[in-house]
T-cell receptor, first 117, second 112 residues
Framework: NAGVTQTPKFQVLKTGQSMTLQCAQDMNHNSMYWYRQDPGMGLRLIYYSASEGTTDKGEVPNGYNVSRLNKREFSLRLESAAPSQTSVYFC????????????????FGPGTRLTVL | GENVEQHPSTLSVQEGDSAVIKCTYSDSASNYFPWYKQELGKRPQLIIDIRSNVGEKKDQRIAVTLNKTAKHFSLHITETQPEDSAVYFCALITSGTYKYIFGTGTRLKVLA
């Protein structure tokens, strides 16, 4: 199993450009997450999908949209990139369904380093 | 909304000494408390977790304690080694939403 994969690994955008970050997992997990990591800020949740067909906002959703394409894939879209979105983006997945006892490990992808000029 | 505070932000210890990192939270219904380790340039990985019905859990040199009354949980690393140098994050699940909240991280340096 590859686990959680993310593409691309690195990306440089100009202000106003759009792009989609891809995430896929092959562990048959139900829940998937997108985080951004900035120095000194820890991991901040952007959006999550508790199960296929559902998405919910996290702590910092502004400027982003997500699509849970199927059980395996969860993409993050920046419609009009801004320098404040320069960050490392991590996708993660967990096995359990929404509403079940919340006791699951998060498995992270390798991250995407995004720079917006 | 739910919040978790993590202290200290940086911690330096001599090799062989113990390290303790503490997190406090506000939602008394939170019931799952994992700790993640992130080495430089790598992804976070789970090192230990604890559920709300348990007060302490150990795994070799690592232990986690939970005080639900005071709403805090701590990571304890004994006999620290240089390879323990990393950033450590606490986290919890917000009740009813299955939304993970992470602390801001502690950069641990083990000095040889």
């Amino acid at each position: 199993n590859a686990g959680v994969t993310q593409t691309p690994k690195f990306q440089v955008l100009k202000t106003g450009q759009s792009m989609t970050l891809q995430c896929a997992q092959d562990m048959n997990h139900n829940s998937m997450y997108w985080y951004r990591q900035d120095p000194g800020m820890g991991l901040r949740l952007i959006y999550y999908s508790a199960s296929e067909g559902t998405t919910d906002k996290g702590e910092v959703p502004n400027g982003y949209n997500v699509s849970r394409l199927n059980k395996r894939e969860f993409s993050l879209r920046l419609e009009s990139a801004a320098p404040s979105q320069t960050s490392v983006y991590f996708c993660a997945s967990t096995p359990r369904l929404a509403g079940a006892s919340s006791t699951d490990t998060q498995y992270f992808g390798p991250g995407t380093r995004l720079t917006v000029l | 909304g739910e919040n978790v505070e993590q202290h200290p932000s940086t911690l330096s210890v001599q090799e062989g000494d113990s390290a303790v990192i503490k997190c406090t939270y506000s939602d008394s219904a939170s019931n799952y408390f994992p700790w993640y380790k992130q080495e430089l340039g790598k992804r976070p990985q789970l090192i230990i977790d604890i559920r709300s019905n348990v007060g302490e859990k150990k795994d070799q040199r690592i232990a986690v304690t939970l005080n639900k009354t005071a709403k805090h949980f701590s990571l304890h690393i004994t006999e620290t080694q240089p390879e323990d140098s990393a950033v450590y994050f606490c986290a919890l699940i917000t009740s009813g939403t299955y939304k993970y909240i992470f602390g801001t991280g502690t950069r641990l340096k083990v000095l040889a």
